[in-house]
């Protein structure tokens, strides 16, 4: 278990809407209020950018945020339970299991916990994080100097990597 820095990276997607929201930036702003409940202090957030599924379907455009966060002094300091937390949260905000790769109404992933390289419980970094563009592009929206801590490339060497089509803007109105 290697650690390369002290940030968290948490990446949020939705593609139904949560009713209890006037729009998915007050969602994701609750959710990321929650996320700092659990020990999670915010550093840097990305826009908001809309993108197809993938794999390829005919449901709804999704909704994508990367956040930084650095860890609070007094949480517990571990990806395992940082994870636990999340899908307390998920299932808080109505995410239900339909599926992979399923419409959903949040989905939190941790793409980085502090560099770690573990894929005992918590598969880190995220296992296909270096293959989405959803991920790569507010990632280096919000820190250019960010590399995948087994690749050791940087987000603008592993978005052009990437093989095939993903539709991926920049939302105007949320962001």
Known sequence: MKKTHNKVYIALGSNLRSFSHQNVKTFFNSVIFRLGLIGLKVKNKSSIWITNPIPFSSGPSFFNNVIEFSVKCNAKNSPEDLLKK??????????????????????????????????????????????????????????????????????????????????????????
């Open 86 to 175: 999340i899908i307390k949260i998920e299932k808080k905000l109505g995410k239900k299991f339909r599926g992979k790769n399923k419409q959903r109404v949040i989905d939190i992933d941790i793409i980085d916990f502090k560099g770690t390289i573990n894929c005992y419980k918590v598969h880190l970094p995220h296992p296909r994080m270096h293959k989405r563009k959803f991920v790569l592009i507010p990632l280096n929206e919000i820190n250019k100097k960010w590399l995948h801590p087994k690749l050791n490339k940087n987000c603008s060497f592993l978005n052009a990597k990437i093989k095939g089509f993903q539709y991926i803007k920049k939302s105007k109105m949320f962001s």
